[in-house]
């Protein structure tokens, strides 16, 4: 099976967060992407490849054009106007009206307007970083229109916290609808009415980016489990009362252990089977495992493998798996590969 990596993902190393009142290092560190490919590299069945690059016309379909281009320029607007040279944290959160529909001219104003926390941060190689996580995602895309069954790709940064127009949660581009999009325009049509691709969002947190991003898209499919957002960031969105005929969420409580997990995971793939599915994307996070400090979930490292046996039996459609959360640096990496063992062993 193949996996893609890119090493561009070192240039994003921001310093610092601030997260539960407490400036902190950077949770969402290089480290994590670079302990998932060290340990793949010695799994057998993983073939490890790097990600092409891609037009950037397909990044245009799932983001704004106005905060693409902030992405790009955003570091050296920041720094050219005297700003903390290490790296953009916004201090300034517009809601309702205020964000109104333009971000202002200032560098302030304009991180506020397209930054949605202070626990993501953009430095000066965010760009180049996020432009080959997107990159990353494309390449396992297009592996899987060439006939694979199903790929694996390591991205980093993560990006289902990532809207329309907005950075959060560590997520610059949404790499899932991002993939999900290329899928759509470039896949064969099962049925009429267009190739219908079915997302399903396995991280701890809801993906709200990945959410938004949707509802402006036809034919995809959104379903989300995650932690109960009275409880769990991003706390405003995840809840069933967002369901549309384009997305379903399962909010789920802390302490929610592996059986009652598995009976919620079914009920999610049973749906998709529904919708009809040709391509499946899994946004995979492992934040949902017992011993992750963002999470709150108590699920057994036994688990990610049942997943995605079942998965393979029940979907039976080629499948995107793309990375996105775990910050239980002792247990990230073999929890990734656990989850995709099943996928090397059924390999054609
Ligand atoms: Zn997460």
Redesign the pocket.
């Known amino acids: 099976m193949k996996v893609v990596y890119s090493p561009h993902h070192i240039l994003h190393n921001p310093p610092k967060e601030f997260i539960s009142s407490k400036v902190v290092a950077y949770g969402e560190s290089p480290e994590r992407a670079e302990l998932i490919y060290e340990f793949l590299m010695d799994v057998e069945g993983a073939e490890l490849i790097s990600a092409e690059t891609f037009d950037h016309g397909h990044f245009f379909k799932v983001h704004s054009t106005e905060y693409l281009e902030y992405l790009q320029t955003a570091y050296e607007e920041w720094v050219a106007a005297g700003l903390w040279a290490e790296g953009i944290m916004p201090e300034f959160f517009p809601i309702g009206k205020l964000r109104g529909h333009r971000p202002g001219k200032s560098p302030e104003g304009k991180a506020g307007f397209y930054m949605t926390d202070s626990c993501t941060m953009i430095v000066k190689g965010t760009w180049e970083a996020v432009r080959y996580s997107g990159y990353t995602a494309l390449t396992g895309a297009k592996h899987l229109l060439m006939g694979q069954s199903s790929v694996f790709s390591l991205c980093r940064p993560?990006g289902?916290h990532a809207g329309f127009d907005y950075a959060g949660?560590y997520c610059f581009v949404n790499n899932t609808a991002l993939a999900a999009k290329y899928l759509q325009d470039s896949g064969e049509l099962k049925s009429n009415g267009g190739v219908k691709v079915g997302i399903l969002d396995l991280?701890?947190?809801h993906g709200n980016g990945t959410q938004d991003i949707v509802q402006r898209l036809e034919n995809i499919l959104f379903i989300s489990l995650h932690g109960d957002p009275d409880y769990s960031?991003p706390y405003l969105t995840g809840f069933t009362s967002e369901n549309t005929s384009k997305n379903i969420n399962f909010p789920l409580s802390p302490g929610i252990t592996d059986e009652n997990y598995f009976k919620v995971f079914c009920d999610a793939v049973s749906t998709l089977q529904q919708f009809g599915a040709s391509y499946l994307v899994v946004s995979l996070?492992v934040?949902t495992f017992e011993k992750d400090p963002?999470?709150n979930f108590c699920l057994s490292a036994k688990i990610y493998p049942r997943l995605a046996e079942y998965l393979i039996n029940e979907m039976k459609v080629p499948t995107l798996i793309v990375m996105?959360?775990?910050?239980n640096k002792e247990f990230l990496a073999s929890n990734v590969a656990s989850f995709l063992k099943p996928f090397f062993d059924h390999q054609p």
């Open positions: 993560p289902h949660g991280d701890f947190h960031y996070g934040d963002l999470g996105e959360g775990g910050y």
